[in-house]
């Protein structure tokens, strides 16, 4: 059984590599907004009113999936193309989750809420990087 990897392109553009480094810096903020969210849970986790059932449900599921997202960040900025599109449809799709999030009065706490704003900057940016035209250049298919 081979195992089949990836297709992968040649970064050669400049604007790209670093656009696409940019964004693998970002996710890996997000990831360590995400896990340092988690240990904050943790601590706070005596504190009902800094930390309810929504909070840990909420963080737990950001503590997983933003290293994961992370690791395709650095697989896309090595040139995966099919990490490439999988980065951009989830950082679309969290920003748009994190949007509706904020936008319910009373449904977190204040904290978590500018927890998750920050979070949602890392991310739009990230959105931005990726969808630009260098990027979605070299990513295209030939």
């Known amino acids: 059984m081979t195992k089949q990897t ?3 392109v040649t970064v050669t553009d400049s604007d790209a590599r670093e656009k696409l480094h940019i964004a693998k810096v970002l996710l890996g903020g997000y990831a360590t907004v995400s896990v340092l969210t988690l240990l904050a849970i943790v601590v706070f ?8 059932d929504a909070v ?3 963080g737990a599921i950001l503590a997983v999936a933003a290293p994961i997202t992370f690791a395709l960040g650095v697989s896309m900025a090595k040139g995966a193309r099919n990490n490439y599109r999988r980065v951009r449809i989830i950082t679309s799709v969290q920003v748009v989750a994190i949007l509706v999030i904020e936008a319910i009065p009373g449904s977190f ?5 500018i927890e998750n ?7 739009i940016i ?11 250049a070299t990513f295209a298919a030939r």
């Open 6 to 8: 990836s297709p992968t």
């Open 45 to 52: 986790s005596g504190h009902p009113d800094l930390v309810t």
């Open 56 to 58: 840990w449900v909420r």
């Open 109 to 113: 706490p204040i904290w978590f809420k």
């Open 117 to 123: 704003g920050v979070c949602a900057a890392l991310l």
């Open 126 to 136: 990230v959105v931005l990087l990726t969808f630009a035209r260098s990027v979605r």
